[in-house]
């Protein structure tokens, strides 16, 4: 079979069939009387052949290799080539997203692309300080700060970037708000704290929807947050904390100021009572948060605690109870 049949049938060019032959890939079995390439069965069987691995990114180099040593093994050249295809697919996946951050940020010219390309480099970069340098750049772009605040891991560039998010308000919400369903709990994390920041009815529903999240640090986050906001469904979760000692502090404050509400004043003191089956150090932590309910509410609880077989409970809960006593009225 001659070379212009063997193209047309095997879709390789004429070309590329004499560079084979250059090569010594496939070289054609015969000549005809004129001196035309003549290529046999087994010669299109070999064009095929290297067609075949060389559609698995293998070079022609790697492919003649393969093809002239009959103890060649390819366990390890495919390996390799699954880490270079690998390699090429986060190439590309990171360009796309590139691209779409431009797309997203709508440049109305040439300058706007490059000022988003300038940035997106900044906020890409190996180096920690280069990238907080970028989040503390003025920046407009609310789509491509709130990507970069659910993948930021540094904590120092995280609250610069939490810190740019913030500028924009309630705009910077719809941004991060995806990142609260993402299956990855360092992404849900960082969203909560960036989302905690932020003001306005959409960020509190997301909090009071983070209180059910499967990661604790996750609902600890929301529940304090969500607890300064007035959301009442934070305090379980808040009384949580003190018990478990997980930001009891802050938790305890956050419970003091909800309790302001007359409704849930006794909600508060009900559910602190029921940690105090733990252990001394739990029962400690409950009776520093009764003291942060107001009024009268907690005194009753706090001097019964005063009695506690622990002398370290029974005296921290005495000093309470003596110091809410001699609290003025409100």
Do not use: C
């Not at 250059?22 to 069987?45: C, K, M, Q």
């Not at 095929?48 to 003649?64: I, P």
């Not at 993402?182 to 969203?191: E, I, K, M």
């Not at 940690?275 to 706090?302: M, S, Y």
């Amino acid at each position: 079979m001659l070379i212009g049949e063997v193209a047309r049938r095997s879709g390789v060019s004429t070309r590329m069939l004499r560079h084979y032959d250059s090569l010594g890939l496939v070289r054609p079995t015969g000549r005809t009387v004129g001196g035309y390439r003549e290529y046999s069965e087994a010669d299109i069987r070999r064009i095929f052949h290297v067609e075949g691995l060389r559609s698995l990114g293998m070079s022609l180099r790697q492919v003649a290799r393969a093809l002239a040593d009959p103890a060649f093994t390819p366990s390890t050249l495919v390996g390799d080539l699954i880490r270079r295809t690998e390699d090429r697919l986060r190439r590309e996946q990171e360009l796309l997203e590139r691209l779409r951050a431009i797309d997203a940020s709508e440049p109305s010219g040439w300058d706007g692309v490059l000022h988003v390309v300038e940035l997106l480099h900044g906020l890409d970069s190996p180096s920690p300080s280069r990238r907080q340098q970028a989040a503390l750049a003025p920046i407009e772009d609310v789509p491509l700060l709130a990507k970069a605040v659910l993948t930021e891991a540094h904590p120092n560039v995280a609250g610069a970037l939490r810190w740019a998010l913030a500028r924009a308000g309630a705009d910077g919400v719809a941004g991060v708000a995806a990142g609260m369903r993402s299956d990855d709990a360092a992404v849900r994390r960082r969203a909560v704290r960036a989302i905690a920041e932020l003001p306005g009815d959409e960020a509190t529903a997301i909090l009071a929807g983070a209180l059910d999240d499967p990661d604790p640090d996750v609902r600890r986050h929301a529940a304090l947050a969500a607890g300064r906001r007035g959301t009442t469904a934070a305090v379980d979760v808040l009384v949580a904390m003190v018990a478990e000692g997980t930001n009891d502090v802050e938790a305890a404050e956050v419970l003091g100021t909800l309790a302001g509400d007359p409704g849930q004043g006794e909600r508060i003191l009900d559910a602190l009572a029921g940690e105090l089956t733990g252990g001394a150090a739990v029962r400690i932590r409950v009776a520093q948060a009764l003291a942060e309910l107001p009024g009268p509410l907690p005194l009753a609880l706090l001097r019964q605690l005063g009695d506690d077989e622990d002398r370290a409970v029974a005296l921290i809960a005495s000093a309470l109870a003596d110091a809410l006593g001699e609290r003025p009225a409100p």
